[in-house]
Nanobody, 123 residues
């Protein structure tokens, strides 16, 4: 079992930055593939960024490339999402996901999910 807790969301102005964190408890964080997704009301979860166990593979959605950076600290069981140059269209609940088997993917069928943290960007 893996328990995920996100933090760091908030309300900011366009152009501002935020750093989200996802703390994992339970087994196998250091070997888990992790991902960030986001969701707005009435829409499907959308892939934002992913990271493999070693941090050497980090795919991004086209909409966030060059603005967002995903990273992880396996010693702290924590994954991060640095979000710069935020836009109103980035407004969503940001949710972290984990797969202890290490299978990295952009689809929303990860095994474990957090509850999410709200990010609101105003113009």
């Amino acid at each position: 079992q893996v328990h995920l807790v996100e933090s760091g969301g908030g309300s900011v102005q366009a152009g501002d930055s935020l750093r989200l964190a996802c703390v994992a408890s339970g087994r196998s964080f250091s070997t888990s593939a992790m991902g960030w997704f986001r969701q707005t009301p009435g829409k499907e979860r959308q892939f934002v960024a992913g990271i493999n166990w070693s941090g050497t593979r980090t795919p991004y959605a086209d909409s966030v490339k060059g603005r967002f950076t995903i990273s992880r600290d396996n010693a702290k069981n924590t994954m991060y999402l640095q979000m710069n140059s935020l836009k109103p269209e980035d407004t969503a609940v940001y949710i972290c996901a984990a797969d202890p088997r290490g299978f990295q993917r952009t689809t929303d069928d990860y095994e474990y999910w957090g509850q999410g943290t709200q990010v609101t960007v105003s113009s």
